[in-house]
T-cell receptor, first 109, second 112 residues
Framework: EDKVVQSPLSLVVHEGDTVTLNCSYE??????LLWYKQEKKAPTFLFML????IEKKSGRLSSILDKKELFSILNITATQTGDSAIYLC?????????FGTGTSLTVIP | DAGVTQSPTHLIKTRGQQVTLRCSPK?????VSWYQQALGQGPQFIFQ???????QRGNFPDRFSGHQFPNYSSELNVNALLLGDSALYLC???????????FGSGTRLTVV
């Protein structure tokens, strides 16, 4: 059965901390792994990863994929209160995306 | 350039009723996928429509059905509503089912 598992389920940090979110997967016909940020309703796209070992970076956020060990991490440095959200990992296995349950991040001032 | 639009934004229905949710894809996209997101859970794939046909289906009962129109917009129908159908229903459009995967803001369905 195809599945995506995220950890931790929730995280509370102080502003300025660095966090690492984990996503492991078992998906046949793997094509890509995507990270999304969901604040209220629509998940918004962060990164798409297709190749191992190549870091994608956008400001304070970065992500990397390991296709041998079947996992990805999302790093957020110097966290801000605006980073508080649910972070979703999704794996494209053909015509559908398999989502993890998400990591709920709360950044307190 | 309009993104993915869903309607209505909120809906309250009674158990046993039927509901129709609507989705207009982003311009240039030809594929629409529907997801159900229960509170505290990640989105669960319901089905995907491409060229007016259901191309793939997740583990949802036949009470969940859909349609895609020639202009690529789509509807999700749920019959015989159960309390457990209460969730955020997300629509995502893309080109070819993969490229430019973009979510709408969702419809919050509450079944009482």
């Amino acid at each position: 059965e195809d599945k995506v598992v995220q950890s931790p389920l929730s995280l509370v940090v102080h502003e300025g901390d660095t966090v690492t979110l984990n996503c492991s997967y078992e998906v046949t016909n793997f094509r890509s792994l995507l990270w999304y940020k969901q604040e209220k309703k629509a998940p918004t796209f962060l990164f798409m990863l297709t190749s191992s070992g190549i870091e994608k970076k956008s400001g304070r956020l970065s992500s990397i994929l390991d296709k041998k060990e079947l996992f990805s991490i999302l790093n957020i440095t110097a966290t801000q209160t605006g980073d508080s959200a649910i972070y979703l990992c999704a794996v494209n296995g053909g015509n559908q995306f398999y989502f993890g349950t998400g990591t709920s991040l709360t950044v307190i001032p | 350039d309009a993104g993915v639009t869903q309607s209505p934004t909120h809906l309250i229905k009674t158990r046993g009723q039927q509901v129709t949710l609507r989705c207009s894809p982003k311009s240039g996209h030809d594929t629409v996928s529907w997801y159900q997101q229960a509170l505290g859970q990640g989105p669960q794939f319901i089905f995907q429509y491409y060229e007016e046909e259901e191309r793939q289906r997740g583990n949802f009962p036949d009470r969940f059905s859909g349609h895609q129109f020639p202009n690529y917009s789509s509807e999700l129908n749920v019959n015989a509503l159960l309390l457990g159908d209460s969730a955020l229903y997300l629509c995502a459009s893309s080109f070819g089912g993969i490229y430019g995967y973009t979510f709408g803001s969702g419809t919050r369905l509450t079944v009482v």
